[in-house]
């Protein structure tokens, strides 16, 4: 994120509030996912008051939706091939999902954090793409168009299951705001993870910048599946 050196007492501090940022908006995002997984279940006694109303773009009976399913519904975005998609339904349900933001001009943080997926990416194998989906959504989508964020692509050897996504400002800004990553300008985006299983309902997010193999440790085993 920062151009800056990295070691400093401003950045341990930055560093800690950052961790517990993590467990706070860990915390926040499974709390939400469940009460509004309770919602939507017939024994909600107003489930109409409760579910958002982007929850009626998804056309998945009521008393089948989950909480992600119900939070994250009707966010469209737009890939590295230029192709419309549904953060939900295409990457998130029936899949485990890694997700984070970044933006392609970012010379701090994001280098080491696309390591870090690209270790994760290599220890995934042909599960990626088929169990598990990658998705890095960028903070800066008037510069970071389908052309650049294809070239980055390739840049970092993404194979298919690792998905750039971008879109018009509105498109972006209202994903990064529902799943908790919005920044107001690009170098000031968070460097968390969030990964998740839709089918276990286990959601986490996790300190982007943690020693590579901790992080992919903890991604892996909150996916699920062999390690």
Not at 8 to 23: F, P, T, W
Request: charge should be positive; proline fraction near 6%.
């Amino acid at each position: 994120m920062s151009q800056t050196p990295m070691p400093s007492l401003r950045h341990a501090r930055r560093s800690l509030v950052a961790a517990a940022a993590v467990i706070a908006l860990a915390a926040a995002l499974a709390v939400a996912f469940a009460g509004l997984a309770r919602a939507a279940t017939p024994q909600a006694a107003t489930p109409q008051a409760t579910i958002p109303r982007a929850a009626t773009a998804d056309d998945t009976p009521a008393q089948t939706r989950n909480g992600a399913a119900i939070y994250l519904a009707g966010l469209a975005l737009v890939d590295q091939n230029g192709k419309t998609v549904d953060l939900y339904k295409d990457y998130i349900a029936g899949h485990g999902i890694v997700l984070h933001s970044f933006f392609t001009r970012c010379e701090g943080s994001c280098p080491v954090m696309m390591t870090t997926l690209q270790a994760l990416q290599k220890r995934l194998g042909p599960r990626l793409g088929r169990d598990v989906q990658i998705v890095s959504i960028t903070v800066d989508p008037g510069h970071d168009t389908p052309e650049v964020l294809a070239a980055y692509a390739r840049r970092v050897q993404a194979k298919p299951g690792w998905h750039f996504l971008g879109g018009s400002s509105e498109q972006v800004n209202t994903a990064l705001r529902r799943i908790g990553q919005y920044a107001d300008a690009p170098e000031n985006h968070m460097n968390l993870i969030i990964v998740g299983n839709e089918s276990s309902g286990d959601w986490r997010k996790l300190h982007g910048l943690a020693p590579l193999r901790e992080v992919v440790e903890q991604l892996l085993d909150a996916v699920g599946g062999p390690h």
